[in-house]
């Protein structure tokens, strides 16, 4: 078992729609990260959150600590949002990242 | 500011031939630094790390290896590439101890023929 999982491992949405990709894991954490990667291969970190909610413009992040559980939304998708996005959770006390494979989300106008 | 660059961009290289990736951060000190590779088709790996001047720490065990001569400079290298070396291959930087966030850089996409 991997021990991040992300749902869905695809998703086509039209623009406008809110969305929300999932992300579980298995390993104890001090942070979880969010990224964003483009279609030319370059990573932006999202958000870093190891409690609670929040908010960046039209993206917002939760986490469930308890539950292990994370979760991304893109409220009003636009073209431009079209990208893979990957939960990381760094594993707890240390620098190190462990990857979910990636939700490819494409935003159609 | 602090900014993340990587080179070269695009590489393509034969089987058995020795390799070389340079990741230089700007605008910050003493950061801990990271490589990642991304195969095709397949997730993110941690593969070095990197806390200090000479302070290396390996994640898989494989034919590379990383450096870090100065603060601020970062290589990745291969004596001798295989095929499955193929790959993306990320940079970042991170400020400090523990979880914080990691920036990164443009990549190098890596093919091995």
């Known amino acids: 078992k991997n021990e991040v999982e992300q749902s869905p491992q695809n998703l086509t949405a039209q623009e406008g729609e809110f969305i929300t990709i999932n992300c579980s894991y298995s390993?104890?954490?001090?942070?979880l990260h969010w990224l964003q990667q483009h279609p030319g291969g370059g990573i932006v970190s999202l958000f870093m959150?190891?409690?609670g909610k929040k908010k960046h413009g039209r993206l917002i992040a939760t986490i469930n600590i308890q539950e292990k559980h994370s979760s991304l939304h893109i409220t009003a998708s636009h073209p431009r949002d079209s990208a893979v996005y990957i939960c990381?959770?760094?594993?707890?006390?240390?620098?190190?990242?462990?990857f979910g494979k990636g939700t490819k989300l494409t935003v159609n106008p | 500011s602090q900014t993340i660059h990587q080179w070269p961009a695009t590489l393509v290289q034969p089987v058995g031939s020795p390799l070389s990736l340079e990741c230089t951060v700007e605008?910050?000190?003493?950061?801990?630094l990271y490589w990642y590779r991304q195969a095709a088709g397949r997730g993110l790996q941690l593969l070095f790390y990197?806390?200090?001047?000479?302070?290396i720490s390996s994640e898989v065990p494989q034919n590379l290896s990383a450096s870090r001569p100065q603060d601020r400079q970062f290589i990745l290298s291969s004596k001798k590439l295989l095929l499955s070396d193929s790959g993306f291959y990320l940079c970042?930087?991170?400020?400090?101890?523990?979880?914080?966030?990691?920036?990164f850089g443009p990549g190098t996409r890596l093919t091995v023929l």
């Open positions: 990197s806390v200090g001047i000479g302070q």
């Open positions: 605008g910050t000190s003493n950061p801990n």
């Open positions: 990381a959770p760094t594993q707890g006390g240390s620098e190190k990242l462990v």
């Open positions: 390993v104890g954490i001090s942070a």
């Open positions: 970042a930087w991170s400020k400090g101890a523990g979880a914080d966030t990691q920036y």
């Open positions: 959150l190891s409690s």
